[in-house]
């Protein structure tokens, strides 16, 4: 079971982090993915990162401005976020796979659990 956190309200420019824990265990054979859903729209790509290798894969939308960490127990993966736009409000989900191609982690379908979702809301 994952279980997201963090969001809240942000001013534009500003820095946030959600975090992802998995409960009961680790995610250190998996892949984890943050995804994102705005109102009247479809659930997108954020990142992602091979909990085992570290190798991570991000949207051309947040490259450069968001960075996904694992923790050092790999039970927790987290989503830092900087210079945050009105555009990122969202509820954001993690998901997580043991599927390792990295190919593939862009896509919702790959991932067999998901988290309840946070919501992040930046003001313009």
């Known amino acids: 079971q994952l279980q997201a956190y963090g969001g809240g309200l942000v001013q534009t420019g500003g820095s946030l982090r959600v975090s992802c824990a998995a409960s009961g265990g680790t995610f250190r054979t998996y892949t984890v993915g943050w995804f994102r859903q705005a109102p009247g729209r479809t659930r997108e790509f954020v990142a992602a990162?091979?909990?085992?290798?570290?190798?991570?894969s991000y949207s051309d939308s947040v490259k450069g401005r968001f960075t996904i960490t694992r923790a050092n127990d790999r039970s927790t993966v987290s989503l830092q976020m900087t210079n945050l736009k009105p555009e990122d409000t969202a509820v954001y989900y993690c998901a997580a796979t043991r599927t390792g191609i990295m190919s593939t982690m862009a896509v919702a379908d790959s991932y067999g659990y998901w988290g309840q979702g946070t919501l992040v809301t930046v003001s313009s």
């Open positions: 990162i091979r909990v085992s290798s570290g190798s991570t």
